[in-house]
């Protein structure tokens, strides 16, 4: 069962949630369901507005940036240099993502601050 914990300084909140299906799901989707606050526009990935900073906790993550993730953090200044070149390198935070973008797996343990 994947768990997530969103944090925001800015708004004053913390939820922490759990992913009780065996279906990955989107961040965002997350959000919506348990009615965290995020900010988002597009959903697709293109503009950047639910750029989150992940962390992950427990075992190592090993995410992968698809093609629209990779080249928004890239334009907004938040993709790590490591990364820029080749998005199938390992990830292992904490980094921005994309909340519309990043799928929680059903193994997956995570902080995400906004």
């Not at 961040?27 to 989150?52: D, F």
């Not at 090993?62 to 938040?78: D, I, M, S, V, Y």
């Not at 390198?89 to 995400?112: H, N, T």
Request: charge should be positive; glycine fraction near 10%; proline fraction near 7%.
């Amino acid at each position: 069962m994947g768990q997530v914990q969103f944090i925001s300084p800015r708004i004053g909140g913390d939820w922490s949630m759990s992913c009780r299906n065996h279906q990955p799901i989107s961040l965002l989707k997350m959000a919506r369901i348990w009615n965290v606050p995020l900010p988002v526009h597009c959903q697709k990935g293109l503009c950047g507005t639910c750029a989150v900073r992940v962390t992950p906790q427990g075992k190592q993550q090993q995410l992968c940036l698809n093609a629209f993730e990779k080249q928004t953090l890239q334009c907004l200044g938040k993709l790590p240099a490591m990364l820029a070149s080749d998005g199938q390198k390992p990830w292992k935070g904490p980094y921005w993502r994309l909340a519309c973008q990043c799928i929680v797996g059903s193994g997956d343990q995570f902080f995400v601050a906004f």
